[in-house]
Every structure is written in C-alpha cells, then in structure tokens.
C-alpha cells in the first residue's frame, strides 16, 4: 500500500518535470526519457519474484544507463547475441556472467566469445554444437527446445529452436562431450499465457527423461510480458506456475532455473516523447515513426499508452477519435498499421507521450532519411548527476 502510494507520486513528479521539459524547451526531435526508479523497480521484482536466477536479455534495450542501471539492482548476468553486446555488458559491469544464447555464430565470433569467457552457450543443430569444439569444463550448453506451439504475440519458434527428438540427440551430446547440460525455450514474447511454460517445461523433462541426462539448469527464456499498471499479479502468477512445474515434472532434482526477460525488464523504464509534425484529417504525422523508434509497431501490437500533451505540457482536450499514424519519412510504409485514439483537438506543434517505450524502441532505431530519436533523457539526471548508484532498496 505505502509502496504503492509513493509510486503514484514518483509517477506525478515523472509527469510534472515532463511537462517542464516541454513548456521549457519545446523540444522539436524525439526523445527517449528513461525512468531509472521503474527499472530498479522492476529488477527487483523479477531477482526478488522469480524462483532462480535472473538474466537480462540485452537486445531489448543495450542501452548503457539501462545496463548501468541493472547492475546497480543486482543484475549480474545478461543473455547477449553478439560480441558487440558482449562488450556492452562488461563494459556495464567487467566481471558480468555471459549467456551466449543466440544458437547460430560465425568461427570468429566464437573465437570471440571465447576469449571474453561465456558461462552458457545455446544450441538447437548438431552442427553449430561441433561448431563449438572444445569448451573449458562446466561450461553450460542449453539445448533450446521449440514446440510449434504459439504463445506470445510475436512467435520467436519459427527460427530458433530444435524438436523434442533433435533436442533429446543434441543433449545427449552435450552430456558425452563433458560439457554441463541444460535445456532452454523462448514461449514468444509477449506471453500472458502460464500455459506456454508449464507446457515447455513438461516437455523439457521428457526431453531429458528420453535422452537420459540430469539437468543442472533449466532456462525458460524470456517472453514475459510488459504490464500495465497493477500487472504484478499476472507476473506473480507466471512465476508460480514455472516453479509448481519445475517440482511437478522434475520431481527427483528440480534444476536450477532461470529466466532471460527483456521486454518486461525495460517497457515501463522508458517513456518516449514525440511531437506532431502535422495534423491532417484524421491523420498526424510524428517526428520519429516505423524506420525509428516505432520499428515494433509494424509487426505487433505493442502494449504502450499515448496521453497528448500541449505545448505548455498540459493534457490535449476533447473526445477520443482514431488518427492514423505516419512517421517523418518519405517512405509511405512509414505508418502505424492500427489508430491511434486521441483527444479531437490534438495540434501541430504538440507531443504524444508514449509510455511503455523501453523495449525494442531504441534498439531498432535507423538513421533513414535522417530521423529516428537518438536524444535519451534520463530522469535522475536532471535532479542529480548522471551516472550515480543510487541503490533501489
Ligand atoms: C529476445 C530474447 C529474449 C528476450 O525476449 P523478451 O520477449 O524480450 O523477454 C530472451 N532470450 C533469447 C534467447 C532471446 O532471443
């Protein structure tokens, strides 16, 4: 109760020195405003909620005050794609734990990966297994599962992810060869459905039952979704239901467990603020769109909320009407495929403040037709200096 009467006001005071902002610098380009309170809010929740260890799946947000941010929560490990994201994380925090789960690399970047040291690798095909070649001891491969089974809004399993008979192969070989075996899984981001992991969980221990092999650790991927306000009883949920059936289908020696979150880690830390070009008939073009911060937009419904604000920072009035989006570019694709509802009398020269924004915003920004938000703003900052721990407690 007290928590949460001082989130409300920490969330007035966010919304007050946004209006600020405005009515102060009328800023013309976009830009991304990072709450760092709500990303060590939610940290907490997931290395405090989850029943196992807690990685941060990197490409969702790299951004370095995110990371910084993480690491000053506790979060000490991060599921990272490529070197660049290797570099990123140490850079964050220089004796970070690496999970390298992207299942398909060059030679060279894992030679790599190598040398910065990866405590867990993935695999879904024999091939990139041999790929490998010879990993130090305790190394940990996670053979990743995919069940032609959808989930989340947006389905990660038709690429990644071996079948229930290639995977019991793969970490049979895994365990011949020495290295420390685990499974892992992604349900699809956006997951609401505690279904999708209890499911993938079951079939993990079938998995290992048929090949024969004792886990040391289960991974149940990302995929869990960002919130709306009050959401925390949806996550609560979903994390009983993965630690009920870890035990249940694991009855012996439950594996460790752990999770990869990106989305749900970062959606609610990061607002974005956007101004409107022009209004047309029903129609508002924006400074920042599909080739930018809005990538996401095109191929799902992403769970963010508008609220328009004037030029002196005060909320647009009038009745909610559907607008048609486009963004700043030359290129007519360059529209959000669903309407936005927003108040009638919405003007040239105002903002939209996205809130929701932090994941797979900034991360897929391009510089085409020389757009895109690139200024990020973060909120403690302008009361203190950048950069500081303030530990969450
Ligand atoms: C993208 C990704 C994640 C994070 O997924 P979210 O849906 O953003 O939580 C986790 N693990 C792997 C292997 C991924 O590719």
Redesign the pocket.
Known sequence: MVAGAQNNTQVRFDQARIATLIAERQPDDPIAILRPWVLRRTALSFLNGFPGQVSY?V??NPASDILHNLVCAGVSTF?V?SVAEMHAARQAMPNARLHY???VRSASEITQAKALGIASW?VDRMSELDKLGQLTPNTQVAV?LSLKRGG?A?D?GSK?GASPDVATDLLRAVAARGMTPSL?F?P????TDPASWADYIAACAEVAQRAGVRLAALNV????PALPRGGETLRQRLFDTIAAANKAHFPDQPPQLWC??????VADAMWLLLRVKARGDGVLTLNDGLYGALGEWRDMPVPARQTALNQQGRPVTGKLKPFTIFGPTCDSLDRVPAPWMLPSGIADGDYILISGAG??SLALVTPFNGYGTREMLNLDSMVEPAGQCRLAG
């Not at 699809?188 to 997951?191: E, N």
């Not at 991927?221 to 869990?224: E, T, W």
């Not at 990869?260 to 880690?265: F, V, Y």
């Open positions: 799946a490409k969702a599921d794609a789960h992207n299942p993935s990743r989340g947006y990660f990644f892992t992604h699809g981001t956006q997951c991927g990302g995929g869990f990869e979150p990106g989305r749900a880690m994941a797979y």
